[in-house]
């Protein structure tokens, strides 16, 4: 889809590689949403993993290496156009790293299924630009960033050692404690409302898909019941389950 202010692009990786791939110099601004799966990122010496809680900007003249060790992963590129791109940004370039909260992705899942629409994803899209510019800066945090991303893999894994903190710590080898630290550093959430984020994206996924069996989805990705999973995904979304079924229906 192309405007005179965006272009929008959906980019799959087939292959899966765990080392990093020959750098590539950025020639365009953007922003990268994750739809599917997780990546690695290296730009200019910082490294971030990319999944649908935590996108990136790209800006023009950085120097980008990627890494897909699961392979299969899809996310779009969303080719902003100078004039945009300094209403919704502004003039200095801020941090690399995006948090992506849950009104967000709903917003990027929307905009996907409406993309042939001329006039309705030009909306969606600057009002998720803006909710997505706020840049997760983690310079002084404690710890190694290489803890964080191992946690979060885990639980994007759904690795049954991800349940709970102490079992995830004793997995990563670190106290509790170490780990609760420096993953809020780095992610800018804690462990338990980070897992909660994925499984409401889980929810997103299945209920896009034409999932109905509310009970049999809250066991599958992991909360007490149907009544948890519904609290859950409204206080995230602002939404219903039966509600977001609607939204993906139109």
Known sequence: MSTPDFHVRVVACAASHRGWSAPEETSSAGIVL??????????????QTVDPTLGYLQTPGREH?????AGGDVCTFIAVREPLWRTVIGEQVPASA???DARMELAHRL?????RDAADPVERLIGALTTAVRPHRAARAPG???????????IMADDPD????VRLARMLRVS??????????????TVSRYRNRVRVSRVLTCIEEGETDLAGLAS????ADQAHLSRTVRAELGYSPSRLRDLFST
């Not at 190694?144 to 885990?154: V, Y």
């Not at 599958?220 to 909360?223: A, K, L, Q, Y």
Request: hydrophobic content about 45%.
């Open 34 to 47: 994750a739809h599917r799966g997780m990546f690695r990122l290296l730009s200019d010496g910082h490294r």
């Open 65 to 69: 290496r990627f890494a897909h060790p």
């Open 98 to 100: 995006v948090v992506v």
């Open 111 to 115: 905009l996907l299924r409406t993309m």
């Open 144 to 154: 190694h960033a290489d803890l964080a991303d191992r946690a979060r893999e885990a």
């Open 162 to 165: 991800s349940a709970d903190l």
């Open 176 to 189: 509790p404690a170490h780990l609760s630290r420096t993953f809020r550093g780095h992610v800018g959430m």
């Open 220 to 223: 599958s990705v992991g909360f």
